[in-house]
């Protein structure tokens, strides 16, 4: 098969949006340098023998993320994960934390943990959210 013959442009344009820092992208055997999704997948060859090119997992907070796996042209196997956002700064570890206090709070209100993290995903990305709005005060006032 050609290369980047094997994928839909559709395709491509999404994890493009999903892959902005993952590019440059070099291949360690050969120093091939990949500027974005798109190059890597023009320059690249879908995987032999009819083996699958996307492969879908976990990442470490439960969310789907898609690997795809494209052979270099000097034969090495390549692949990028897309999807995972994760920010690795300290800043986005405080984050992380106050979130996982914050849903540990809610779900000590009674709200039921897939409810919690939806409502506070809301708020993160400036959405309103009637449920945790109506939310009557803590007896403490702790959180």
Do not use: W
């Not at 902005?20 to 500027?35: D, G, I, L, S, Y």
């Not at 996307?54 to 897309?82: A, E, H, W, Y």
């Not at 919690?116 to 109506?134: F, I, M």
């Amino acid at each position: 098969m050609a290369a980047g013959k094997d994928f839909d442009p559709e395709l491509v344009r999404g994890l493009k949006a999903l892959a902005e820092t993952t590019f440059p992208k070099r291949c360690r055997c050969c120093n091939r340098v990949f500027n974005d999704v798109a190059d890597y997948v023009m320059q690249t060859e879908a995987m032999p023998n009819g083996r699958r090119s996307l492969k879908q997992s976990l990442d470490d907070d439960g969310k789907v993320i898609v690997d795809l796996f494209r052979n270099c042209p000097c034969g090495s196997t390549l692949m990028d994960s897309f999807g995972n956002r994760r920010d690795a700064t300290p800043q986005g570890e405080a984050r992380r934390l106050r979130f996982d206090e914050l849903m540990d709070y809610l779900v000590g209100r009674g709200l039921a943990t897939d409810s919690a993290r939806q409502e506070l995903l809301k708020l993160l990305r400036g959405e309103a959210s009637e449920l945790l709005s109506t939310l009557p005060p803590s007896a403490t006032g702790n959180l």
